[in-house]
């Protein structure tokens, strides 16, 4: 199986790389990437969109935020990813109004469980009515406090090493913090999803004042040399990168 999702990463880094023209930079298909004619292509002859999903997204698009949302045609991507080691147990760190939440939950047997991390009030309650219309709520376990917090807490009651599956799309200031926490709660085999990781380019050579773009910086360069895990980054939406615990 793992050998599968090698294939898979490598395939799916050269098509992305590949099929861009000039920039393989394209973002979002909501938001940076909508008005790209190959991107656009991808997701009119790829994506399949669960109806209640479809009604999150257009939802989400409504709110001053909305581009924050997780692209459709990566929490396809990673829903199939969680479908190739047969997940049932998941992290969402930043769960914002569900979208991929209601993703992961989607792709799980009926006794999976998708841990989803937020700290608005107002996100959590646009996204209940949509978990409950997919008949999936009792799969998504909401946690309303600091993701920092329910990780300590999963970690204490015992569940360190039995998770599957972490997407890690929160404040970028504590993305090695949340990385090491997730890196102790999944599984050998395990997947963790770093969300944002090119940061509209910025990456590259961060300004000097441009503390978020360092921190995302820094962070990459950490995973590179990081021996804990195998890699791939992908210039899927902001850029994603993939780590799995050897």
């Not at 997701?43 to 009604?55: A, C």
């Not at 910025?202 to 004042?209: F, G, S």
Request: hydrophobic letters at 45%.
């Amino acid at each position: 199986m793992a050998s599968d999702i090698k294939i898979l990463f490598c395939i799916g880094f050269s098509v992305v790389l590949t099929g861009v023209g000039k920039s393989a930079f394209v973002g979002k298909s909501h938001s940076g990437g909508k008005d790209n004619t190959v991107l656009q292509y991808v997701v009119n002859n790829s994506l399949r969109e669960h109806p209640v999903l479809t009604k999150l997204r257009l939802r989400t698009l409504e709110d001053r935020w909305g581009a924050m949302m997780v692209a459709s045609e990566q929490a396809q991507f990673m829903a199939n990813l969680m479908k190739l080691i047969n997940a049932t147990k998941a992290i969402e760190i930043g769960m914002y109004t569900g979208y991929n939440a209601l993703s992961m939950a989607l792709a799980m047997s009926e006794s999976g469980r998708v841990v989803a991390c937020e700290i608005e009030d107002a996100y959590v309650e646009i996204a209940k009515p949509f978990f409950e219309e997919a008949g999936v709520e009792q799969k998504i376990d909401v946690q309303l406090q600091m993701a920092v917090t329910t990780l300590d807490e999963l970690i204490a009651a015992g569940e360190a090493g039995t998770f599957d599956f972490v997407f890690i799309d929160a404040d970028k200031a504590n993305y090695d913090i949340y990385y090491e926490k997730s890196l102790e709660l999944i599984r050998k085999g395990g997947i963790i999803a770093i969300d944002n990781v090119l940061w509209g380019g910025k990456v590259v050579n961060p300004d000097p004042d441009d503390l978020t773009s360092q921190t995302l910086d820094a962070l990459n360069k950490k995973l590179h040399k990081d021996q804990r895990v195998d890699l791939s980054m992908l210039t899927v939406a902001d850029g994603l990168t993939i780590a799995i615990k050897r």
